[in-house]
């Protein structure tokens, strides 16, 4: 049984298309152990407990210094026994220390096909528009590993997805959920469960 441990910043559909799969046997071999937020009002928390899911928050807000805070995030997610950290829209820098210590055992989910639209400063809504201030006409997201970089760790999967006329960043980030996150994410995670990858 693999135990992962999802790291949620906000609304958590990927997190929810996680358990929907898990509930429909499209996820096997798998447990949440834990959510994380680092922001305490993120709906994420509500839609984990709603399933009796064990849900923390653990926000810089409450740290003196951000080394105070990388270190009590670390604790959290350790505490979890986790063999899997899975980022569903985690947007903070992870600490150092955990990135080396969870070498191989952090994946991430991307709103672009990586290489595009990736890097420090592209996150949620802004991939989006980047993407439509540069007209391309398809777009999509990758599950990677998470290594030093941002944004630059070994590819699992991606899945395109066509940008249409009259799109705003609105209305194609939840085509890019709907038709890729919320497909790709829990696909990866049950490759890695089932030891396919
Ligand atoms: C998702 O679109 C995810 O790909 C993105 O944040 C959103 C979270 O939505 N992540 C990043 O931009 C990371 N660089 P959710 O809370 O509804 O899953």
Redesign the pocket.
């Known amino acids: 049984m693999l135990k992962i441990c999802v790291c ?1 910043s ?6 929810q298309a996680i358990m929907d799969a898990i509930d429909a046997g499209t996820i096997t071999n798998t447990k949440i152990v834990r959510v994380i937020s680092n922001n305490k009002n993120a709906f ?1 928390l509500e839609r984990a407990k709603s399933k009796g899911v064990d849900a923390v928050a653990v926000s810089p807000k409450d740290y003196e210094t951000r080394e105070l805070f990388n270190e009590a995030l670390l604790a959290a997610v350790k505490e979890s026994e986790a063999d899997l950290v899975v980022l ?2 985690f ?1 903070v820098v992870l600490p150092e220390k955990m990135i080396q210590e969870y070498k191989g055992k952090i994946i ?4 672009s096909l990586i290489p595009s639209f990736c890097g420090t400063g ?3 809504l802004r ?1 989006h528009e980047a993407a439509l201030e540069r007209g391309v006409k398809v777009t999509g ?1 990758t599950v990677h590993f998470v290594d030093e970089g941002t944004d630059t760790g070994p590819i699992i999967l991606q899945k395109a997805v066509e940008v249409l006329s009259g799109d705003d960043a609105k209305t194609l ?1 939840q085509r890019v ?1 709907e038709q890729a ?1 919320w497909k790709i994410l829990p696909q990866a995670i049950n490759m890695i469960a089932n030891g396919t990858l």
């Open positions: 949620v906000g609304g958590g559909t990927n997190l994420a569903a829209g947007l991430n989910i991307h709103p592209y996150y949620g991939v997201a980030q959920m996150e």
